[in-house]
């Protein structure tokens, strides 16, 4: 049997000049199953939740805690949103693409140049997971890096940014390289447990089709988990570094008030 795992999303569109690719129109899926999701969970709330309404509770508590317990309450609550958003999305795409359909088990038929103006016909995965996809766990990662520099200016402002990255001055580029390390290390990670997981599975199917390949959905059950918690945390930790000054200042007047 052939395995048909390219590294790369593959186009099964165009939208005009724009590409839509397989794991794009995952995405989208994810994307709307939350907005459905969202809806159900909020449209009768309830001082007394039912348990549709109390685990959605039970969740956004959860990472209401972990960004302030990590950044501080008043950073972690300005940031929950995005973090919030992080863990929600990572880990419903990550679920969704061990679904039944998703991944190289449906496929279309695409017309790609075969050069000199050729065109050959070939058949591409309708589905990709969303985070098999580089150019998704990148462009999250961007995100990320650029809410903690942009977090790092507000709180300390451009001249305790610039002291930060410059101290002491000949490490500068140490740290700046080092800054810009953490958009791979989030990108990589995330695409790489994804990607590998989804490639490990079929090859799985490929060559024991029965019970074995279950064991395999189960343990990408819980990488899936543990790559949204470790790319959330890493994103918080990063933020609470950037903004280290700012949780020592409240800190200190959160333990100085009660003198008063």
């Known amino acids: ?46 001082l007394v939740p039912g348990r549709y309404q109390a685990l959605w509770e039970m969740v956004v508590e959860f990472l209401l805690d972990l960004s302030e317990d990590t950044a501080g309450k008043r950073v972690g609550r300005k940031v929950f949103p995005l973090i919030a ?16 359909g998703i991944g190289p088990s449906i496929y279309v038929k695409v017309a790609e140049s075969a050069g000199h103006g050729a065109e ?19 462009a999250m990662a961007l995100l990320s890096i650029t809410v903690v520099q942009i977090s790092g200016i507000l709180v300390n402002g451009i001249k305790g940014y610039l002291k930060h990255l410059a101290t002491p001055p000949l490490l500068a580029p140490v740290h700046i390289v080092s800054e810009l390390s953490h958009i791979i290390s989030l990108a990589a990670r995330l695409f790489g447990n994804i990607f590998g997981g989804e490639v490990l599975v079929t090859v799985m199917y490929a060559l024991v089709p029965v019970v074995v390949p279950a064991v395999f959905l189960g343990l990408e059950v819980l990488f899936g988990f543990i790559q949204a918690l470790i790319f959330t945390v890493l994103s918080i930790v990063y933020i609470a570094l950037a903004t280290a000054g700012d949780h020592e200042e409240h800190g200190e007047q959160a333990h100085a008030a009660p003198a008063h």
């Open 85 to 100: 958003t992080f863990f929600i999305f990572i880990l419903t795409a990550n679920w969704m693409g061990l679904l039944p």
């Open 120 to 138: 050959e016909i070939v058949h591409v995965p309708l589905f990709r997971a969303a985070n098999a996809d580089l150019n998704m766990t990148v």
């Open 1 to 46: 049997m052939k395995i048909h795992a390219p590294l790369a999303a593959e186009t099964i569109a165009h939208l005009g000049p724009i590409p839509i690719t397989n794991s794009m129109l995952t995405s989208v899926l994810v994307m709307a199953l939350l907005l459905v999701l969202a809806w159900l969970a909020t449209r009768k709330m309830q």
